[in-house]
């Protein structure tokens, strides 16, 4: 079984940080390509960043580009995403996720697996 679960979410004040972690079962090491979306309550889920194997190639939602920065441990089996300069249209559940292959082509495609969550406020 493939199991994600994602850590770091908490309340900040506007303009802090927060820096959430995914942590994957498994001791295979299989490479993946590894994300994260949130969801926002009466939106959709929107993208966020990933991050290919390798961790040599990076996509970013534009409403995050130059705030957030993902990054990957593939020994560790786990994927992080530092949150600088929150605001309160941050605040979401953010989900932790991975593909189906070690690379993806665009930050459209759909990934395979989905960690349970974890809840990010942003205060004013």
């Known amino acids: 079984q493939v199991q994600l679960v994602e850590s770091g979410g908490g309340l900040v004040q506007a303009g802090g940080s927060l820096r959430l972690s995914c942590a994957a079962s498994?001791?295979?090491?299989?490479?993946?390509?590894m994300g994260w979306f949130r969801q926002a309550p009466g939106k959709e889920s929107e993208f966020v960043s990933a991050?290919?194997?390798?961790?040599?190639?990076?996509f970013y939602a534009d409403s995050v580009k130059g705030r957030f920065t993902i990054s990957a441990d593939n020994v560790k089996n786990t994927v992080n995403l530092q949150m600088n300069s929150l605001n309160p249209e941050d605040t979401a559940v953010y989900y932790c996720?991975?593909?189906?292959?070690?690379?993806?082509?665009?930050?459209?495609?759909?990934?395979?697996?989905w960690g349970p969550g974890t809840q990010v406020t942003v205060s004013s």
């Open positions: 996720a991975r593909y189906h292959n070690a690379w993806i082509a665009n930050m459209d495609e759909n990934p395979a697996y």
């Open positions: 991050i290919n194997w390798g961790s040599t190639i990076t």
């Open positions: 498994g001791r295979t090491f299989i490479p993946y390509a």
